[in-house]
């Protein structure tokens, strides 16, 4: 697991979210508006045009993975409608947008869908396109000029094809029907056709779920911006303004994940991003759009904060073009700022998360998996229960982990809070299985295969029906912020006795350790073969110092009473050599039940 490497890769392949409605491109006569926004229009122009160069470079077609070409239509299609970009009525872009619809079409399905990976024919899949393709439509059909009447009317056959497809076809996630929804209303916008309108009452009659943590249903923070994407549109293109509500709700909970550099925490995700955090920028539309909307100082403040990060320009700037042109609300100036919130305790109850923010430094703690554990997309289950980030030193996060009949990591069921502290417990039960009773014994020896009742594996035992003798481990940690900054956390592992303990403190690659004792390479009999253990470190001192150019995370005392740091993941994972251990510097701290342990992490 990376928390930075992916994200440029998982950007790609989900693509930005755009903003799309009220199709209204952007006059001369808007640019003498004092309202109107010249400096952020001509970044947008003058990044869409790089990224317009990098398109032509070439005359090959640079992406086949039609999402990919949604997008490339819309910033091709941004320049070329703009009298003042470079590209403007540019015969190469004609040339262009022509290949990309006849490579569209070629991959659609005559039930308007198109395959994604695994997904054959998949509405939702081909629904992500859509909210690319609509707006470009929406401007080339304000051209004049026959230089355009194939492309016009072959991306007119493309998106209503699709539209149909959109109003039969189903989904497979709860963000899809918002995604669904958002492309079935821009075909809509364009075409008012009937149909399209009622399958979006229909799946916005099923209600909209967002908890008092606001939070949707996923718990992730990549999802959340395609559901606040989706929702935000349908609001104001549909004239449903109670939508706005939950966008709201949904984008103060992200800023409140935010870091000081704009990584947003994703440990509480119930899909992929669990592993990996993502970049507050890619909501920056949202934020704009509210702050302007709603005339809203802290979502002003909010957008401006992301217009500083290193990663705007390539997130926003170089392919938002389209969604400024095409509504009117993007194209005024922000409103005055507020002083942006940067000192704050943050609960989140019903997600088992606590986030705290002192300037540059924010730490979390979570203790909300979704039990029983279950490593499956929809299921939380990342064991991370402490991050914390100071500046550029960067604790990823701290794990602990028991031999305890092979069960794997602590995840705790949720917090509870005593004065200052948060309390983080779990009682793990493992059990020896003793013959059948009679009047569930089978002559034949046939019982049910079904899973052992602690989760650890399945047999043929017919589990449920068998008496059993019960042993248990509880491990309770509490962490509690000091007023010097620093965090002091007790672990206590009681139970039964001799059950190794391990803890593993995970820093960010590309910083300098001290005080710690190298790990020996040692076969693992798990596996075939020895473990790489070049970046990971025992902790038998007093105390550890990660540093990072100028910000250090100092931990300690250390213990070290055992060797073993392998098969951590437990059983679920050691059946066919999994492994989830993060990217990054492991710093091992080590004992035996009883275990009793308090440490200082600042």
């Known amino acids: 697991m990376s928390f930075k490497s992916n994200l440029l890769v998982f950007i790609c392949i989900i693509v930005i979210s755009p903003i799309l409605h009220s199709w209204s491109i952007a006059d001369s006569e808007k640019f003498n508006d004092k309202d109107f926004d010249s400096d952020f229009y001509k970044m947008l122009l003058e990044s869409n045009d790089k990224s317009v160069a990098r398109y032509l470079e070439s005359n090959s077609q640079r992406n086949s993975y039609f999402r990919a070409l949604g997008e490339e239509f819309a910033i091709l299609t941004s320049s070329y409608v703009q009298e003042d970009s470079k590209y403007y009525k540019s015969k190469a872009i004609v040339s262009r947008l022509n290949k990309i619809i006849d490579v569209l079409l070629s991959l659609q399905y005559p039930d308007g869908t198109m395959d994604s990976g695994g997904n054959r024919q998949s509405p939702p899949d081909t629904g992500f396109s859509l909210h690319h393709l609509c707006p470009a439509a929406a401007l080339l059909n304000q051209q004049k000029g026959k230089e355009l009447d194939d492309v016009k009317a072959k991306l007119e056959k493309f998106l209503r094809c699709a539209g149909d497809g959109l109003a039969k076809g189903g989904i497979h996630t709860p963000n899809h029907r918002w995604v669904v929804s958002l492309a079935l209303t821009g ?270 594996f399945w047999s043929k035992m017919d589990f449920p029906n068998r008496p059993k003798d019960t042993k248990s481990l509880t491990t309770e940690i509490a962490i509690e912020e000091q007023s010097d900054g620093s965090y002091t956390m007790d672990i206590e592992v009681s139970g039964n006795k001799g059950v190794n303990v391990t803890l593993d403190f995970c820093f960010e690659k590309g910083g300098n350790l001290e005080g710690v004792s190298n790990v020996k390479p040692e076969f693992n009999y798990w596996r075939t073969s020895s473990i790489d253990t070049k970046d990971d470190y025992f902790f038998d001192k007093e105390y550890v110092k990660y540093t990072n150019g100028n910000d250090e995370i100092v931990i300690g005392p250390g213990k070290k009473e055992h060797g073993s740091i392998w098969g951590l993941e437990g059983e679920m994972y050691r059946h066919l050599n999994g492994s989830n251990k993060g990217e990054g510097m492991h710093v091992y701290v080590t004992g035996i039940t009883p275990f009793k342990h308090t440490m200082t992490i600042k």
């Open 187 to 456: 075909c809509y916008d364009l075409y008012k056709d009937e149909n399209y309108l009622n399958r979006v009452n229909e799946w916005l009659a099923e209600g909209i779920y967002c908890d008092d943590d606001g939070m949707f249903p996923e718990r992730s923070p990549n999802y959340s911006e395609v559901v606040d994407n989706a929702l935000l549109n349908i609001a104001h293109i549909l004239n449903k303004p109670y939508l706005f509500d939950y966008v709201r709700k949904n984008l103060m909970t992200t800023f409140y994940l935010m870091d000081e550099d704009g990584d947003v925490q994703t440990v509480a995700s119930r899909r992929q991003d669990q592993d990996f955090l993502l970049t507050i920028t890619r909501n920056y539309l949202f934020y704009r759009y509210l702050a302007i909307h709603d005339n809203d100082k802290e979502m002003a403040s909010i957008a401006r904060k992301i217009e500083t990060f290193d990663d705007f320009e390539e997130t926003i700037l170089s392919r938002s073009l389209i969604f400024f042109l095409t509504n009117e609300l993007l194209q005024k100036q922000l409103p005055e700022s507020d002083n942006l919130e940067t000192d704050f305790v943050k609960e989140f109850p019903q997600t088992g998360l606590v986030r705290i923010k002192r300037g540059d430094e924010s730490a979390t703690i979570f203790g909300g998996n979704d039990k029983p554990i279950i490593v499956a997309s929809g299921r939380s289950s990342n064991p991370n229960f402490f991050m914390l980030k100071k500046g550029d030193a960067s604790l990823n996060y701290v794990r602990l982990s028991t031999s305890f009949f092979s069960m794997g990591f602590f995840r705790s069921d949720g917090f509870r809070k005593e004065g200052n502290k948060y309390i983080l417990r779990e009682t793990k039960e493992g059990y020896y299985f003793k013959p059948m009773t009679p009047e569930h014994r089978d002559p034949n020896g046939d019982y049910k295969l079904t899973p052992s009742v602690d989760g650890r």
